[in-house]
């Protein structure tokens, strides 16, 4: 018998949250207050709530998903990387209960499997030091973040000079940060960031070619299947964290 099955929010052959009922605003806007908890440290994430067959502290986690959105990344990292834990982050509440559900369904359905994925709601513009400690993060991932067109929102875009400081703290060196977007000029702007920061080297394409994850930046979340759908171009950046020269 599938998880949930008689409960109406499941979809009663997959088991899985429908999305109709996790309607969502379009979008959230990262500067506003929001009211959710946030851990005070690293040490309180609560690992044991999110990781609970996972939780004896020997592991930390190592990969984090940026505006998660419905968890498409996650779930195809969760199988291609068994032993890491990983966590997407997610501001909008009703998208960040569907990702829960989701992965909550899927565990229940694939017994020892999706053990090592969970989800938060919180603004990553705000509170990644309160997650990771220093070096903590393998790899970030930043994929079709919103693009804030107009010039005087893009101090709301999670790609920023001074944002990449941040993840530069929370990323080991020789971690990874991947981009992609279907918006050229935030292609060009996410790029040029990345560029001028001292700490971060692009990878060469062997390197992209021989990365398992690069696969999945197109293929995997539901924005780049919808953009794959419509024949859209994308535009990916990814660089390496390297130590101060
Ligand atoms: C266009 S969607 C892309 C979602 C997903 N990455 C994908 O490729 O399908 C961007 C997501 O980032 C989330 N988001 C925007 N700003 C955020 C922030 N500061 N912290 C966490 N999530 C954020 C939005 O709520 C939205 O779900």
Redesign the pocket.
């Known amino acids: 018998m599938l998880e949930g099955e008689g409960n109406p929010t499941l979809n009663k052959k997959t088991g899985l949250p429908r999305k109709r009922f996790y309607r969502a605003r379009a979008h ?1 806007n ?1 500067l506003s207050d929001s009211h959710f908890p946030v851990p005070i440290s690293p040490a309180q994430v609560d690992y044991a709530s999110h990781y609970p067959k996972l939780s004896d502290g020997s592991k930390k986690i190592e990969f984090a998903d ?5 968890g ?2 996650l779930i195809a990292l969760s199988s291609l990387f068994p032993d890491t834990i990983m966590v997407g ?4 509440d009703k ?1 960040t209960e569907y990702v829960k559900e989701r992965i909550v369904a899927l565990r229940a359905n694939n017994p020892g499997q999706y053990e090592n994925i969970s989800v938060v709601r ?4 705000k509170y990644i030091p309160n997650y990771f400690e220093k070096a903590q993060l393998k790899k970030m991932f930043f ?4 693009p804030h067109f107009k010039e005087k929102n893009h101090r709301r875009r ?1 790609i920023s000079p001074h944002l990449l400081d941040e993840y530069a703290y929370a990323l080991a060196v020789g971690g990874i940060i991947y981009t992609i977007t279907d918006v050229e000029e935030l292609g060009e702007w996410m790029k040029s960031c990345l560029e001028d920061h001292p700490l971060f080297e692009a990878l060469s394409n062997e390197e992209l070619e021989a990365d398992p994850a690069v696969k999945l930046l197109t293929t995997a ?4 299947q919808k953009v794959a759908r419509n024949d859209g171009q994308t535009f990916q950046a990814v660089y390496r964290r390297i130590a101060m020269r």
């Not at 919180?122 to 513009?125: E, F, G």
């Open positions: 959230s990262p940026i505006g998660c959105g419905f498409g990344l982050m997610e501001l909008r998208v919180t603004n990553s513009m994929l079709f973040p919103d999670v979340t539901e924005e780049g």
